[in-house]
């Protein structure tokens, strides 16, 4: 495959699912990220959505060992949705910019 | 092939996934994912390590395919049940890959390690040991996967569904929102490609779509012509192996090939044409 998939990002999840203690590199990138959180201890079994128009679906990423998430977004606003056991579901909107880290904290 | 040749559910791999012949495999991009937990009895295949030719960017060859499933422990006449995470990507990979060596006997777990662990199913530490088997591939049949002369050749011919999330096919992003952004040299999509973003096929839960629904997609929203062949394509491969499996498996299409250069290779060749903006 190519050096990108080499280096382990292919289509899917970043391996191990992301940390968000360690910093995006953020440069011309409009980041999203945070963590989720249930009975405030990090849930590391869920999935995090970026949606757009429409809950349109964008990304998707399994929660980290930290509850955390990244997405790399186009700028503009979006909806993340958080998926837990249990049928558990949370929605909030989040803006991206580029050059900027949107820091968002759910709790399912 | 139709779904319930292509598919089982949480229930049935519960209940059948010790059964002698039955082997479950789970295959993620996170290839961490298993070692942390996985279905009772599943075996692991790393998509890149196993998959994957160390050197050129290809698949391994048939006698590599052939050792690893030897060393597996997977024989010619087992049922093969895959599954993985993020809506099995990359176990609809891999069955596409197992389909491409004429493995036949092949299915996936409906919704994957997501349903799964949303359902709060178990999850295993312990690896299952397999004895060595000696397995016999075919060679890659050539009617399942596309390369790129062809792809061009395709062009205004075929139907090309391009299943990358609308700002990549629009050339605004050049990999999934979840990714930093490289990839390749340039952005937008092959002309004439119909935009059918992959996760259109499936539920929130993972699982896919019914049939009704996604003739629906294709068909009747998209306009992908059912009586002409088509090739699926997107950034490496895989998310359209999940189209590949929907249109081909699914909804019981002859002629689909996935093009797995998918647009690192063809947004990289020079010369070709790309169109840039929004489905029309």
Redesign the interface.
């Known amino acids: 495959?190519?050096d990108?998939?080499?280096a382990?990002?292919?289509?899917?999840?970043?391996?191990?699912?992301?940390s968000v203690t360690a910093a995006a590199?953020v440069g011309n990138?409009a980041v999203v990220e945070g963590r989720v959180l249930r009975d405030n201890v990090p849930l590391s079994?869920?999935?995090a959505?970026?949606l757009?128009t429409g809950d349109?679906?964008?990304?998707?990423?399994?929660l980290g060992e930290d509850g955390g998430?990244?997405?790399?977004?186009?700028p503009g606003t979006w909806k993340l949705r958080v998926?837990?056991?249990?049928?558990a579901r949370a929605d909030r909107d989040v803006p991206a910019e580029i050059g900027k880290i949107t820091k968002v904290e759910v709790a399912v | 092939m139709s779904r319930s040749e292509a598919l089982v559910d949480a229930e049935w791999v519960e209940a059948h996934a010790g059964d002698p012949g039955v082997v479950l495999v789970e295959v993620?991009?996170?290839?961490?994912?298993y070692d942390k937990g996985h279905i009772r009895n599943a075996i692991k295949i790393d998509?890149?390590k196993d998959l994957?030719d160390p050197v050129r960017?290809d698949f391994v060859d048939r006698v590599g395919f052939e050792k690893l499933l030897s060393e597996r422990g997977i024989s010619n006449d087992d049922l093969v049940v895959l599954y993985g995470?993020?809506?099995n990507?990359?176990a609809a990979y891999a069955y596409w890959y197992f389909k491409l060596y004429g493995h036949q006997n092949v299915k996936l777990l409906d919704g994957g390690r997501?349903k799964w662990?949303?359902?709060?199913r178990e999850l295993t530490p312990d690896v299952p040991q397999r004895a060595a088997t000696d397995y016999q591939a075919s060679e890659q049949d050539a009617t399942l996967r596309a390369k790129r002369d062809e792809v061009v050749d395709a062009i205004g011919k075929r139907n090309l569904v391009d299943v990358r999330?609308?700002?990549e096919f629009a050339g605004?992003?050049l990999?999934?929102?979840?990714?930093?952004?490289?990839?390749a040299q340039r952005g937008g999509h092959i002309p004439t490609a119909k935009n059918v973003?992959w996760?259109?096929a499936a539920n929130?839960?993972g699982t896919f779509k019914n049939d009704h629904d996604l003739t629906e997609i294709y068909r009747d929203e998209a306009g992908v012509d059912f009586g002409k062949d088509t090739i699926a394509y997107?950034?490496?491969g895989?998310?359209s192996a999940h189209t590949w499996f929907v249109l081909h498996e699914l909804l019981e299409q002859p002629n689909v090939k996935n093009y797995d250069g998918s647009w690192?290779?063809y947004g990289s060749l020079v010369g070709v044409p790309i169109e840039l903006g929004d489905a029309r």
């Open positions: 495959m190519s990108v998939n080499q382990g990002d292919g289509c899917g999840a970043p391996a191990g699912g992301v590199n990138q079994t869920g999935y959505r970026l757009g349109e679906f964008v990304a998707e990423v399994p998430f990244r997405f790399f977004a186009a998926l837990a056991p249990g049928g | 993620d991009e996170d290839t961490s994912a998509w890149k994957q960017r995470g993020n809506n990507w990359f997501k662990e949303l359902d709060s999330s609308p700002d605004r992003l990999a999934p929102a979840h990714l930093p952004q490289e990839a973003p996760s259109k929130e839960d997107c950034r490496i895989e998310r690192t290779e």
